[in-house]
């Protein structure tokens, strides 16, 4: 599964759904109330931050993608996924700096609102997820990237199924993870879920299946 950019104008309506309606509990709460502003956020600093990142200009992305961030701060409150995506937004581009433990801080914060306002198998979940689990990787935590590699792959093969290229991804990426952590009959396990899988429909005699294929038979010639 590779990272995804994610922009404010693709959030679907219905995940906002079970936020508001919680929105009037605790009402006997003190709180200060921020003034949002009415209408909708213009978009102009994610179509810069897409284009940024798309030719690899990743400062000039991230400094877009912090303008829209204070865009959309007038107009939605924090807890709702359009920050949610900014946030994500704004980790990938600290990945895409090298700059992975910021991008963790990002994701944590895209996590923490999508607990609150999506539902478990959302896809958007899946794919914050998925990201913070190669930051994870990228710093040397395994552990913690296996975790999360595999949070993701649990919702993609409960949304969209196992032949998705998603799915066929994240189960090469979690055997890639076994192999630097020296399970190497995890890993073999692993790519051979995706052998099995492309079996039976999803083009077993791909160049893909083919190498998975030869990788399988190199880890067992290590095991003997």
Excluded at 111 to 138: G, V
Excluded at 177 to 193: F, P, S, T
């Amino acid at each position: 599964m590779p990272h995804v950019k994610l922009w404010t104008s693709v959030i679907l309506l219905l995940s906002l759904s079970s936020f508001w309606a919680c929105s009037g509990e605790d009402n006997n709460k003190k709180e200060t109330k921020t003034i949002l502003q009415k209408g909708e956020p213009s978009e102009e600093h994610s179509t810069l931050s897409q284009k940024y990142f798309e030719n690899g200009e990743f400062e000039k992305a991230l400094e877009e993608d912090k303008k829209q961030l204070a865009e959309d701060l007038k107009y939605y409150k924090e807890e709702t996924p359009e920050i949610a995506l900014d946030y994500n937004n704004i980790g990938l581009d600290y990945d895409r700096l090298k700059k992975h433990t910021k991008a963790i801080e990002y994701y944590k914060k895209a996590m923490k609102i999508d607990e609150q306002t999506l539902e478990d198998n959302s896809t958007e979940r899946s794919t914050t997820y998925y990201n913070f689990a190669s930051s994870n990787e990228a710093l040397g935590n395994y552990d913690k990237a296996l975790e999360y590699y595999q949070k993701a792959l649990n919702i993609d093969k409960a949304g969209l199924g196992e032949f998705s290229r998603d799915v066929l991804d994240e189960y090469e990426d979690i055997a890639k993870l076994y192999e630097k952590m020296g399970k190497v009959k995890l890993a073999i396990e692993e790519y051979q879920n995706i052998v099995d899988i492309m079996a039976h429909g999803s083009n077993p005699e791909s160049e893909r299946a083919k190498r998975v294929k030869v990788k399988i038979e190199a880890l067992k010639k290590r095991l003997k």
